[in-house]
């Protein structure tokens, strides 16, 4: 039986203790997630490249926090430009309605002549006439032709294309991430245009791109998902297949 009452333990000091225990887990989990993003563990997006995956997340975070800084930047520039407006707008309306009180006293205080009726009426139709003219002198403002389309532009597939690649012959490049596999998509047309052994050496030469950038297997389809070759599962190269028969 052990001796009561119990000794007596500090809450705080339990505290402290299980804190130091959380921090020292934290830094533990955060050196395993930047080991693995350097050696590229960690999952990424289809669309960017495998040779870019260790700088996806940490641009990403980097993202993330620059946005609260700007929508402060933004809110405290929108309330100093709000400020001067807002004294700007109540100068004005006081000076005007002082001018027009003292416009009005003058006007009865000086008695209009029989003669100042026809000068009136013909500075009122001047300006009307004036305005007739402008509006029958006004061009339509000249049309702004629309904005080119926007150039798209695929990183891997501008990879795979070196000098040597005929054009309009590569059309795409569709990484498998979790078959650790490369697809490309060739044109069928394009394709039947080369000899046997340009077919065999631009076949190697995608291969030792496709392994540069870290993909396992390079598999070749046409644009009817003929299967045009792939790579050698035992020893190295690239097994082609016969296009020949349509």
Do not use: K
């Not at 203790?17 to 533990?28: P, W």
């Not at 697809?183 to 394009?190: A, D, E």
């Not at 297997?217 to 045009?228: F, G, K, M, N, V």
Request: hydrophobic share 40%.
């Amino acid at each position: 039986m052990p001796n009561l009452p119990a000794p007596y333990t500090s809450p705080w000091r339990e505290f402290g203790r299980n804190l130091r225990a959380v921090l020292a887990d934290l830094g533990l989990r955060i050196r395993e997630l930047s080991r693995r993003n350097r050696e590229g563990d960690l999952s990424v997006p289809a669309f960017w490249p495998p040779a870019w995956a260790p700088f996806f997340w940490p641009l990403l975070l980097a993202l993330v926090l620059a946005l609260p800084a700007a929508g402060l930047r933004w809110l405290s520039l929108s309330h100093s430009v709000e400020a001067p407006v807002e004294q700007l707008g109540d100068g004005p309306s006081t000076s005007t309605s002082q001018s027009l009180q003292a416009t009005d006293a003058d006007e009865l205080a000086t008695p209009a002549l029989p003669g100042d009726n026809l000068g009136s009426n013909r500075d009122d139709a001047a300006p009307s006439s004036s305005i007739g003219s402008s509006a029958e002198q006004s061009i339509p403002p000249p049309s702004v032709p629309p904005a080119p389309p926007a150039l798209q532009i695929d990183p891997l597939l501008n990879l795979m294309i070196d000098g040597d690649t005929p054009d309009n012959l590569l059309e795409s490049a569709e990484p498998d991430l979790r078959a650790n596999r490369l697809v490309l998509r060739v044109s069928r047309s394009g394709w039947r245009a080369l000899q046997a052994g340009s077919r065999q050496e631009q076949a190697e030469t995608w291969q030792s791109i496709a392994e540069d950038l870290g993909y396992g297997s390079l598999t070749l389809l046409d644009d009817e998902d003929c299967s045009l070759g792939r790579s050698a599962r035992v020893g190295d190269g690239m097994i082609l297949f016969d296009v020949e028969v349509s």
